[in-house]
């Protein structure tokens, strides 16, 4: 991916539908501006990558998932747009048809869409690879952000709705494989837990516990060297999978012909 630079438009309707966002998490408490944002930020002093959900493009019907690169003083310099959202959770799959038959997915009234691009961004110093949620299981967007770059994984993950199940723990058991596949270090940011830091051989630096509000301040290794899995890809897959019909092919032939394999 290469970096672009966001327009004052697009600086505007990001940071007025970001402050849209949490003035509703908020119930609508306080009026939330752009200059409320930048102040705010600004006070940590650093880069920060914030999780959003914004309108796509100019599309008032369909919604981005994103992490925006929020630069202190600047705003929101650089964005990554979820590539794969969730069927029935983000998205109707045959909506005119489904809708009509079950009221129930009425509560997804707007439909999330997919980015096209690796989520690889610069946050300050670390060139990071952006992934939302249970995105860490696509093998694709996981080798697509190592191999455009990214020194180290990010997932941005919401988790408040699992609280209490064994998927907090799964997916974080998927981020330490991807650790150890990719060779770098992932962070995991959960809003509800389990926030973690990995270390590139999958060894835990640090974790917060599910629903428990906390901090982590850990530091990561950065890699840029390529992993056999970063390079080979799907490779072994596909000859594993061929192999395996080459010989269940042989195996019929051999049934009928009543020949030994």
Known sequence: RSNRTITKEEFDRIAAELAEAVADMRAKQASITQADLNLHFAAIKAPILVGAVIAAGNDPNRLWNVGIVWEPGTGPTDMYIKRHP???????PARSILTAVISRFDRVPKDFVGGDEAGVLQLGPARIGDVICFEIAYDAVVRDATIGGAQMLVVQTNNATYAGTGQPEQQLAISRLR?????????VAATSGISAAVAPDGLMLGQLPEMLPGSLSVVVPQREQLTIADQVGWLPEIALAMLGVLWWAMGVVSRRTGTNV
């Open 86 to 92: 969730v069927p029935f959770g983000e998205y109707v």
């Open 179 to 187: 650790a150890v596949e990719h060779g770098r270090s992932v962070v």
